[in-house]
């Protein structure tokens, strides 16, 4: 299973297919028989791994998320279509037309912490030098400076966060597109901070449209952001 899970990371790494991966298992440990498979790693890097993928209802034509002040309309204010699929059975529970993803940043960080190797690069913000001429990081700039004049990053391990959002297209036809939000942990080194590992993918808005309240998609990202500063104790999401 630690071999399977190897190479799990790789095939993350890599994107092989997953045909590939069945492949090379059994070419590299024919002997494990079937205690290690794709779907079996999988199963147990869920387990070891205590990361939830949240969804939360939205419009289907993309104009908003049902959270503040939608979070109990039936249907879109923006489009007039309804919120839920509709069944004849009323005893299932109403099923969204669609849904937003969302990825909690919490978990994410308790587990680099608690790796000790991690939590050390974590700690390049409170241990770098400062440049009081030039400008070599963001922590030199005047934004940072004025935030902790306020009161903030007043501990070593305080994250700071860059966040970024756009739109893309999925399919070169262009009939389609997706609305990102990602952050970057400022926290680490400048020469790894960017790379792909180390970004934090925090929402996926899927299209067709341009939202027409981006406001309201990113309140479930703003309400963790609220429990990470300590303004609330808990998070709840609604699906």
Known sequence: ????????????????????????LNLIGSDLGEGSTLYLAKERLNR??????????????????????????????????ERYIISNNSKKPQKPQKTAMYFPLLERFRIQYADSERALKLRYRSQREECDDEYSDIFDGDLYKELVEEGFFSDERDIALIGSTDGYQIFRQKTDSCWILMFINANLPPTIRVKKENLLISAIIPGPNQPKDFNSFLRPIIDELKVLQGKINKLYYIN
């Open 1 to 24: 299973m630690i071999l399977a899970l190897r190479l799990l990371d790789l095939k993350c790494k890599h994107n092989f297919t997953n045909n590939a991966f069945t492949d090379i």
């Open 48 to 81: 070891l791994v205590d990361l939830k993928l949240n969804h939360v209802d939205m419009c289907k034509n993309s104009c908003c998320a049902f959270t503040g002040i939608y979070v109990n309309d039936g249907s879109c204010r923006f489009c007039n279509l």
